[in-house]
């Protein structure tokens, strides 16, 4: 299993960017793709989780409202849309994927990860 996040940058505070996250080797109807992020000297924290399958979504308090997860079947693809992006978000944002269909928010469920990519939110 192969994952590849990518699409981060510098952004200024209220603006959007969009992660993706390119997957292989998956068996995509029984996986979940999740996207984590973290700070140095912080643990990694859950942002948003997608069953691969059926679509069904979990996102972390801190995401609702602002971020949107989704997946794109016929590319292998997951993404993470972060709009009203606040400095607070700047972290290094994986995605990560694991067999099955809980939506589990710790990272030691998850198997298989991307390698990170940076989002700065600065003015």
């Known amino acids: 299993v192969q994952l590849q996040a990518y699409g981060g940058g510098m952004m200024q505070p209220g603006g959007s960017l969009r992660l993706s996250c390119a997957a292989s080797?998956?068996?995509?109807?029984?996986?979940?793709m999740g996207w984590f992020r973290q700070d140095p000297g912080k643990e990694r924290e859950f942002v948003a989780a997608?069953?691969?399958?059926?679509?069904?979504?979990l996102y972390s308090n801190s995401a609702k409202g602002r971020f949107t997860i989704s997946r794109d079947n016929a590319k292998n693809t997951g993404y993470l849309q972060m709009n009203s992006l606040k400095p607070e978000d700047t972290a290094v944002y994986y995605c990560?994927?694991?067999?099955?269909?809980?939506?589990?928010?710790?990272?030691?469920?998850?198997?298989?990860w991307g390698q990170g990519t940076q989002v700065t939110v600065s003015s």
């Open positions: 990560a994927a694991r067999s099955g269909t809980i939506l589990h928010t710790v990272p030691y469920e998850y198997a298989y």
């Open positions: 997608i069953r691969w399958r059926s679509g069904i979504i």
């Open positions: 080797g998956l068996t995509f109807s029984t996986s979940v």
